[in-house]
C-alpha cells in the first residue's frame, strides 16, 4: 500500500525525461501519473526481490516530481547526485535501509 502523492502531469514528467536524458517505461510514466509515487507502508508487503542480488528490499518512498515536499522529489535527488549516475538512470525512489533505489531506463 501507497500513500500516493497525487497525480504528475505528462508535460512535467516529459520535462524530467529531457533534463536527464532518460525514456521512461510506459509503465513508469503510467505509475507517475496515477500516483506520483508514495510513501509505503512499512511492511513485509513492500518487499522487492531483486533478482540480480537475491536479495530483497523494503521501499520506503517512491519519488515524485513536483510533489510539495523536495524531499520526495526526483529531480532533488538527481541534482544531489548526478554526477554518480550512470547514463540512462534515474533515482526513483529509497528503500529503508536509507539506499537509493536506481532505475535503469536503458541499456
Not at 59 to 83: F, H, P, Q, R
Amino acid at each position: 500500500m501507497i500513500e500516493e502523492f497525487g497525480k504528475a502531469q505528462i508535460e512535467d514528467i516529459k520535462a524530467i525525461e529531457k533534463r536527464y536524458n532518460v525514456n521512461f517505461p510506459l509503465e513508469y510514466v503510467t505509475f507517475l501519473e496515477a500516483s506520483n509515487g508514495g510513501i509505503a507502508d512499512k511492511s513485509e508487503s513492500n518487499q522487492v526481490l531483486i533478482e540480480d542480488l537475491n536479495a530483497t528490499i523494503n521501499i520506503d518512498v517512491l519519488y515524485g516530481i513536483n510533489t510539495g515536499n523536495s524531499a520526495s522529489n526526483i529531480e532533488t535527488w538527481m541534482e544531489k547526485l548526478k554526477e554518480d549516475m550512470m547514463e540512462g538512470s534515474v533515482i526513483i525512489g529509497d528503500d529503508l535501509m536509507q539506499g537509493m533505489i536506481v532505475m535503469i531506463c536503458e541499456g
